[in-house]
């Protein structure tokens, strides 16, 4: 039995005509009506009941019509799915992301849109560090990530940059310090720090440290945390002050004050990593969406690049 056994008896039974369905199917009449004695012989039993005026199931021709309908129902569907996974509309696509970048900027942006054009699609966002977003997407249990990168990506990874951002330095509003004031870097020198064990990731940690001794600025650091959230925990204690992505201020904690440095410059590459041989085609609709939000958006390309 071949699907077009099904699709004729369905058309057949729905038109009740031999005639009238063959003309709906385009096909001849002969042809059709061959299909249908086909389709009984195999099956053993009569599946119509032929009169001068037209033909009527029998009663396990309309047992039969009730499968047959369900069954290529289920083929249109898989077959409608297929085509959408192709398109990059349907299936699922694993994001990870640094958990600052989606509070604003073009990572919320890229998120909303996508799931305008991919209702379907299970979209999977992992927070994760840059290091540990390397890795899960090198494993393939990411298809990519909203990572900052300051150093060359692990072999066989490529980069989409997408826009720069960068440092501001974090203090207790029980300082009283006015968040709209200017804070030279060496009149730093006398207060606590609070940072990210260098572990965590290594080349922006010496990017950040190296920056800030350009500046005549040690960090004298009295706490390591590996999340911006924990540090920012920590500064509202009045534990220390902190530098940290100014993407912070997007959702500042009630006791925290952000400045800008007058002297200090530490700039944060946002980048997309994902692997170029990974075949999902979400991932390609994902990253033309990326492109044309790229596009859109301004960069400041006078950046001068970290070093390991």
């Not at 390591?224 to 959230?229: D, K, L, R």
Request: with cysteine.
């Amino acid at each position: 039995m071949e699907l077009r056994h099904l699709r004729y008896f369905v058309a057949v039974a729905e038109a009740g005509s031999f005639r009238v369905a063959a003309e709906r199917i385009h096909i001849t009449q002969p042809a059709i009506t061959r299909q249908i004695h086909d389709l009984e012989t195999e099956v053993g039993v009569a599946l119509f009941e032929r009169s001068s005026t037209g033909v009527a199931l029998t009663p396990a021709g309309e047992h039969m019509l009730k499968d047959a309908r369900a069954m290529l129902g289920k083929l249109e569907d898989s077959i409608r799915t297929a085509r959408h996974i192709g398109a990059g509309l349907a299936g699922s696509l694993r994001i990870g992301f640094v958990e600052n970048v989606s509070w604003d900027g073009v990572v919320p942006t890229a998120f909303a849109r996508f799931q305008a054009q991919a209702p379907d699609l299970q979209l999977q966002l992992v927070p994760a560090n840059s290091p540990e977003q390397f890795q899960r997407i090198e494993a393939d249990t990411l298809d990519g990530g909203f990572v900052y990168a300051f150093d060359a990506l692990p072999a066989g990874l490529r980069l989409l940059p997408l826009q720069q951002r960068h440092a501001v330095l974090a203090v207790p509003k029980q300082w009283g310090w006015h968040e709209h004031q200017r804070v030279a870097a060496k009149s730093l020198r006398d207060k606590r720090f609070v940072a990210f064990p260098r572990h965590t990731y290594p080349a922006y940690y010496d990017y950040l440290i190296r920056s800030c001794h350009r500046a005549g600025l040690t960090l004298d650091i009295v706490q390591e945390v590996t999340t911006e959230a924990a540090i920012l925990s920590l500064v509202s204690a009045g534990i220390g002050a902190a530098i940290v992505n100014a993407s912070n201020r997007s959702r500042p904690p009630d006791r925290v004050t952000f400045l800008e440095f007058a002297d200090l410059k530490i700039e944060i590459p946002l980048g997309f990593a994902y692997a170029p041989g990974n075949r999902n085609p979400a991932l390609l609709r994902f990253l033309q969406l990326l492109e044309a939000l790229s596009d859109e958006t301004p960069k400041n390309r006078n950046v001068e690049k970290p070093k390991r």
